[in-house]
């Protein structure tokens, strides 16, 4: 009996597991597309992914709109931009 209690226990805690982590991806992947349908392809291909851009127009209206999605919603506490640079190495 106790042995049944013990994997009752075991299988609903890793539902629950579960469960938080899709809502918890679900919500991570609703706030990236929502952040990401703000900015345009063709903009950011105008970044070169070096030091250069931060002279760049594009880069300073970019920069803008992730200051203020940021300041938007309370829980944003960090907003970045990814890009794959072929070119260079790390």
Known sequence: MAGLIIVAGLLAGRWGYVSTRDELLHSLISDAKRAAS????????????TEADQTSPVYSD?????IRYRTADTNVHFVYLFGLCPNIRT
């Open 38 to 49: 703000a900015f345009d392809k063709s903009e950011m291909h105008k970044l070169t992914g």
């Open 62 to 66: 970019i920069k803008e709109r992730l």
